[in-house]
T-cell receptor, first 115, second 113 residues
Framework: GESVGLHLPTLSVQEGDNSIINCAYS??????FIWYKQESGKGPQFIID?????DKRQGQRVTVLLNKTVKHLSLQIAATQPGDSAVYFC??????????????FGKGTLLTVNP | AAGVIQSPRHLIKEKRETATLKCYPI?????VYWYQQGPGQDPQFLIS???????DKGSIPDRFSAQQFSDYHSELNMSSLELGDSALYFC????????????FGPGTRLTVL
């Protein structure tokens, strides 16, 4: 079936470096994507989102890039800090009609920031 | 700011027992979503409610049922529990708006022995 998935299950970076987490999706009808951060024992926390009519969106220290041609999106974290260590999920929000905005999550990437 | 509240935070049950998980959405949020996250897995959508009506259904076993009440809180009822039901169960809520962010609760960790 159609799904959202991540290329790399783990990523280890040095504090201060930039991090890039990738995600591939297969549903060509997808038009809204969200990146979530999940720390151990906690619920997913919204980081940034992007709609399909955009190819780039920036937040504080984070940038999401969307390439609809190859169905790929990435999350870039600038100057990665130890507090950024967590599992990162991309999620696809499909408008299935009415108020149905269920999220389809991809496989998470564990980001470890070394001091 | 008020967040999504889930109770209990931890629950231990025996096989074939029943469990009830509760979710209290953020005030003025009228949509609730339930997700199941197995160990090392990504969250999987179970079911959602909008204005007390079921709005979408995912991979929810027939042994599970859920509802949303007049105060918008939701309960997930799980019967005939199996070992494989051990997981984190998250509730998320959103306001009635196009593409509104879903805010997640801290989750309920269910362990079935």
């Amino acid at each position: 079936g159609e799904s959202v998935g991540l290329h790399l299950p783990t990523l280890s970076v040095q504090e201060g470096d930039n991090s890039i987490i990738n995600c591939a999706y297969s549903n060509s009808a997808s038009d809204y994507f969200i990146w979530y951060k999940q720390e151990s024992g906690k619920g997913p926390q919204f980081i940034i989102d992007i709609r399909s009519n955009m190819d780039k969106r920036q937040g504080q220290r984070v940038t999401v890039l969307l390439n609809k041609t190859v169905k790929h999106l990435s999350l870039q974290i600038a100057a990665t800090q130890p507090g950024d260590s967590a599992v990162y999920f991309c999620a696809e929000n499909i408008d299935s009609g009415g108020s149905n905005y269920k999220l389809t999550f991809g496989k998470g990437t564990l980001l470890t920031v070394n001091p | 700011a008020a967040g999504v509240i889930q109770s209990p935070r931890h629950l231990i049950k025996e096989k074939r027992e029943t469990a009830t998980l509760k979710c209290y959405p953020i005030p003025r949020h009228d949509t609730v979503y339930w997700y199941q996250q197995g160990p090392g897995q990504d969250p999987q959508f179970l079911i959602s409610f909008y204005e007390k009506m079921q709005s979408d259904k995912g991979s929810i076993p027939d042994r599970f049922s859920a509802q949303q009440f007049s105060d918008y809180h939701s309960e997930l009822n799980m019967s005939s529990l199996e070992l494989g039901d051990s997981a984190l169960y998250f509730c998320a809520s959103s306001a009635r708006d196009w593409r509104t962010e879903q805010f997640f609760g801290p989750g309920t960790r269910l362990t079935v022995l």
